[in-house]
């Protein structure tokens, strides 16, 4: 069964792209990953200093929200993230979306940017 697939677009307030960037790679990757959430980007948009754009995915519809609640019940995203990435983050949007194409199949290193 291919993987369901959030595709994530963040616009940031301005000047907080650089710092959500570093908190979003340090921090919430490692979280995600050691959850089995796989991460395709970020992607800093070209037009728009201030976006960033990602997929998220899990292995399928009923393991997305057990997944998301692991990660945004634990004591990372409620004491450490949270507090700070939520006042940089002006609006986000998702899509959720099949992978048809198993882009999520490949090797973890061959996804990493």
């Avoid at 395709?40 to 997929?55: S, Y």
């Avoid at 979306?97 to 199949?105: H, I, R």
Wanted: hydrophobic share 50%.
């Amino acid at each position: 069964m291919p993987h369901v697939v959030e595709m994530r677009i963040y616009r940031l307030k301005p000047g907080k792209r650089d710092a959500m960037l570093h908190l979003f790679r340090t921090r919430a990757m490692p979280a995600h990953a050691a959850i089995g959430m796989k991460i395709l980007g970020p992607f800093p948009a070209v037009d728009d200093p201030d976006a960033f754009f990602l997929m998220r995915a899990f292995p399928g519809l009923a393991a997305r929200e057990p997944m998301k609640s692991r990660f945004y019940d634990g004591d990372l995203w409620l004491r450490e993230l949270e507090p700070v990435v939520m006042p940089m983050i002006d609006r986000y949007e998702a899509v959720l979306v099949e992978d048809t194409l198993g882009l999520f199949d490949a090797p973890e290193e061959a996804r990493a940017p």
